[in-house]
């Protein structure tokens, strides 16, 4: 299984809604990534997981709180978001390590849209 | 000055013709990627580089590190390969520095 997936692929949500972005990879990949995406820019990183624990967290407001239940699992817990949060949200998985011949796997994405 | 550029920004050709897009970077990297984006849609790995030329199918990816250059070339372009094309570096730490893109359309 060389694929990252990524649920729901749509989701519309109200501002006082909670929701949560899916992802899994079988890769054994031990880094998870969450980037944000906006219309025609390059994805923002937001999260990065190492070896389950969270190491990078790019001052992403607390509306946002990612989870890494284990090694495949990788979730974006969303309350109380604001229109502005519309967008594509990626994921990701890679070695933590880099050189080598280890790159990074991304998902299709969860298009999102706060109404 | 951005850390990774891309050129050209856009790019419309003919189905058929023999594209190249180029990337040039001014930090240390330990690897170079580049990714291809369809409208609305995910990111899909093409190439990881870190010296040398890649081939896969159509698609072809060198890169220089001396010069910090690399390009990307499509032969027998067709009008499925449009799509934006996005290099991305990878320093020693997790994250991906990217470029801003390269929108290419083939048209038919």
């Known amino acids: 299984d060389t694929e990252v997936t990524q649920t729901p692929k749509h989701l519309v949500m109200g501002m006082t809604n909670k929701k949560s972005l899916k992802c899994e990879q079988h890769?054994?990949?031990?880094?998870m990534y969450w980037y944000k995406q906006k219309a025609k820019k390059p994805p923002e990183l937001m999260f990065v997981y190492s070896y389950e624990k969270l190491s990078i967290n790019e001052s992403v407001p607390s509306r946002f709180s990612p989870e890494c239940p284990n090694s495949s699992l990788l979730n974006l817990h969303l309350h109380a978001l604001q229109p502005e949060d519309s967008a594509l949200y990626l994921c990701?998985?890679?070695?933590?390590?880099?050189?080598?011949?280890?790159?990074?796997?991304f998902g299709s994405g969860t298009r999102l849209t706060v109404v | 000055k951005n850390e990774v550029e891309q050129s050209p920004q856009n790019l419309t050709a003919q189905e058929g013709e023999f594209i190249t897009i180029n990337c040039s970077y001014s930090v240390g990297i330990s690897a170079l990627h580049w990714l291809q984006q369809h409208p609305g849609g995910g990111i899909v790995s093409l190439f990881m580089l870190s010296s040398g030329k890649k081939k896969h199918g159509r698609l072809i990816a060198t890169i220089n590190i001396q010069e910090k250059h690399s390009s990307l070339h499509i032969t027998a372009s067709h009008p499925r390969d449009s799509a934006v094309y996005i290099c991305?570096?990878?320093?020693?730490?997790?994250?991906?520095?990217w470029g801003a893109g390269t929108k290419l359309i083939i048209k038919p």
């Open positions: 890769m054994g990949h031990r880094a």
């Open positions: 991305a570096v990878r320093g020693s730490n997790y994250q991906l520095i």
């Open positions: 990701a998985s890679s070695q933590p390590w880099a050189g080598g011949n280890y790159g990074y796997t």
